[in-house]
């Protein structure tokens, strides 16, 4: 690959920002303010040995991304700040939500009005407000007492990073209105709608009409808030989730489509191609289409990025410089660096430079050829290289997708995008044709979607495991060299660092081996108990009115990263939601093979549905399972009816509970008196004071007890008398 000097210094000051990007955030906690004498020690350091530049530039980009990183999350709740009642003022800076039953907002505080308080509180805020007086509207200004506290996300595999999400929006706490009131905002006090929210409203009127309009407005708006779960999967399935993100590919299509345009058009007027070159007419004018895009989409993270990207390219092309060149995408790489090191945090970030590299490689090794070839190693190489991020960041990856995006990717960016930008703009200006055209773009969806479709339905289309990260930087460089190094001698160890991938993992459990994972699911409990070649689910945690459910958002993506597509058993132990929400959406993806619950099994709508009763046992791989409560013709409340398991393994027993309480202990005290002895223990009822007797703890005596309880949860689980 042919690179000058000055490219190999700037792709090596771009690297060496970026190790220390990453060395940054993949740090477990802030370090100490002392960190940052490595800029001047480094500094020190390159004057007596020049050679050390990438450890000055290393340093710098751990630096800056903890400057960074203090400015996002300063000031912090203080703790003691938390669970009390706080008076704040401050102005609604976004509306999540909007409704008469609730209300969720960003709110920003006014941090003179807290002086007296003498503590921290966050700059910015997420409230939420049930039953709220009025409705909430931007930029109102109000004053409230809240109760906050601190953003914690749940901590699985797999799973999705809500406490990372909120720090890249910079909301620093959490919490909602116990009273308070807003200004009523007159009509001329009212902000009027951006041009982009007017559209959007305008859109989503006429939306019904089409089938497809969730795509139309995911493509045009970047808003995929509409887009259900099932069209998701069929995506994910086929490795073309990106056709929905307004990113570097939209944007670069339209870019290109805009200038290829008005290039030819420049060229048809000799008097203009005169005066300025109709290279240079058609570079600004897709310059200032990519920016218009980039303004429907919201100028989202992605976009911006992307922009950055794009707008670099275009700036090649007017100084007369290669579009792709090592030190222009270094430059790219960098400058997102320093306007946000939080981006490395980011799926899109690791795609889109690691796509436009390989491309640029490609392109390389294969001039001369013809353009349909270039254009199809190009696509086998990009669903080669975006195989490893997309496993590690979603636990899935699509083998069919070099072939499904060679279709697919050409359609959407230079036929369906730009006929989509057209009809919204002839929409927006009122012109009645808008209506045919979005019809015609209705079926052509459709058409698109029935191809997606069909190419899911591939009995192999994914790829469904979490690679561990020194597999895939082997992966990446063993891609590298296939591409590039064309007569290296040890260019057959590529497919070796290749297959890195697939071989670097955890080692599978053998005969008598068991693993036990509680998961964090808040304020409910789930566990997974896997065997040999057995698994059980024990609960699956809450489902909430709003949607929300663990099994979708916990469970689910755990099983991704174990490689777990189905499980034997899944036991309930009672109703409660907390305890049985989640299992709802288990059930529905079709990964429970078999269930088993306390009572009311109606509620689950499963064919393959039986009740657990004391004295039920089953072996896997060389693990006892065996249900201990309730016994037949049991009559109690819902906690007491509990499915009781201990697991006995050569290593010791475990004990699942569920929510017991007292009465149910001592049926089992006088049942099996000794038998109940445990090394671990699910703490019945999260730690409640209604349960864990003495007599009953004394029999169980573990060594572990786990107390699966939300954090400052209502109940104030675990109690103190139990822990």
């Not at 905002?185 to 009127?205: A, G």
């Not at 670069?252 to 290829?260: E, K, T």
């Not at 190489?381 to 990717?409: E, K, R």
Request: hydrophobic share 45%; proline share 4%.
């Amino acid at each position: 690959m042919y690179c000058n000097d000055y490219g190999m210094n700037m792709a090596k000051v771009a690297l060496s920002f970026l190790l220390g990007v990453v060395l940054f955030q993949t740090s477990r906690e802030l370090p100490s303010d002392y960190s940052l004498l490595l800029v001047p020690l480094c500094i020190l350091l390159l004057i007596k040995y020049p050679r050390t530049s990438p450890l000055l530039f290393a340093s710098l980009g751990y630096s800056w991304s903890f400057i960074f990183s203090l400015y996002v999350i300063y000031p912090q709740l203080s703790p003691q700040l938390e669970g009390e009642d706080i008076q704040l003022k401050g102005a609604v800076i976004e509306v999540k939500s909007e409704s008469h039953q609730f209300s969720r907002f960003v709110f920003s505080i006014d941090q003179a009005s807290i002086h007296q308080l003498n503590v921290q509180v966050p700059d910015n805020i997420m409230l939420s407000w049930y039953q709220p007086k009025q409705l909430i509207q931007y930029k109102q200004q109000c004053d409230f007492v809240v109760r906050l506290k601190r953003i914690l996300g749940y901590s699985n595999p797999g799973g999705l990073d809500h406490e990372k999400n909120m720090f890249m929006a910079g909301i620093g706490a959490r919490g909602y209105v116990r009273s308070g009131q807003c200004e009523v905002l007159s009509r001329t006090d009212v902000e009027q709608p951006s041009l982009r929210q007017q559209w959007i409203s305008r859109f989503q009127v006429i939306a019904p009409q089409y089938e497809n309009a969730n795509l139309m407005q995911a493509l045009t708006f970047g808003e995929r808030q509409d887009i259900e779960q099932a069209q998701w999967q069929i995506l994910r399935e086929t490795g073309t989730s990106h056709l929905l993100a307004i990113s570097g590919l939209h944007l670069s299509a339209i870019s290109l489509v805009m200038f290829f345009l008005v290039s030819h058009l420049a060229r048809c007027s000799a008097w203009v191609c005169e005066r300025i070159p109709a290279q240079s007419i058609a570079a600004v004018c897709a310059m200032v289409a990519a920016i218009f895009y980039a303004y429907l989409a919201g100028f989202s993270l992605p976009t911006q990025r992307a922009l950055i990207m794009v707008v670099i390219g275009l700036l090649a092309i007017l100084l007369h410089k290669p579009v792709i060149n090592i030190p222009l995408l270094s430059s790219a790489l960098l400058l997102v660096l320093i306007i946000n090191p939080l981006s490395v945090l980011n799926a899109g970030f690791w795609m889109s430079f690691l796509a436009v590299l390989f491309i640029f490689i490609v392109l390389k090794s294969t001039e001369g050829k013809s353009k349909l070839f270039r254009i199809i190693v190009v696509q086998f190489y990009l669903g080669f290289a975006l195989l490893p991020v997309s496993l590690l960041f979603f636990s899935q990856a699509s083998i069919i997708s070099p072939l499904v995006n060679l279709v697919a990717i050409p359609l959407v960016s230079f036929v369906l995008l730009p006929l989509l930008l057209i009809t919204q703009v002839v929409f927006l200006l009122g012109v009645t044709l808008s209506d045919s055209m979005f019809l015609i773009l209705d079926q052509l969806f459709s058409w698109l979607w029935w191809g997606l479709q069909q190419s899911a339905e591939f009995k192999y289309a994914s790829l469904e495991f979490t690679p561990k990260i020194l597999g895939v930087v082997a992966y990446v460089i063993g891609l590298f060299m296939l591409v590039q190094a064309k007569g290296l001698p040890v260019r057959h160890l590529a497919w070796i660092l290749l297959a890195g991938l697939f071989l670097i993992k955890e080692p599978q459990l053998k005969q008598g081996q068991m693993r036990l994972t509680v998961l964090d699911v808040g304020q409910g409990l789930s566990l997974v108990i896997e065997t040999e070649n057995h698994a059980l689910i024990y609960d699956a945690g809450v489902r909430t009115p709003s949607g929300f459910n663990t099994g979708d958002a916990v469970v689910l993506p755990y099983l991704k990263t174990r490689t777990i597509s189905k499980v034997d058993l899944a036991m309930i132990s009672h109703n409660d939601n907390d305890h049985s929400g989640g299992m709802h959406a288990l059930i529905s993806h079709g990964v429970v093979d078999s269930l088993m619950v306390s009572n009311q099994p109606q509620l689950y709508d499963f064919e393959n549905t039986r009740l657990c009763r004391a004295g039920d046992e089953w072996q896997w791989d060389g693990v006892e399972f065996e249900v201990l409560h309730p016994p037949k013709k049991w009559q109690s409340n819902d906690n007491n009816r509990s499915c009781v398991l201990q697991i006995k393994h050569t290593a010791g027993n475990i004990l699942l509970t569920g929510d017991i309480e007292k009465s149910a202990e001592e049926w089992l005290i006088s049942q099996y008196d000794d038998y109940l002895s445990s090394d671990i223990i699910i703490a019945p009822h999260h730690g409640s004071q209604s349960s864990s007797s003495y007599r009953f703890v004394d029999l169980v005596h573990p060594q572990t007890v786990v107390f699966s309880a939300g954090y400052r949860n209502r109940y104030g689980f675990p109690h103190a008398t139990i822990t």
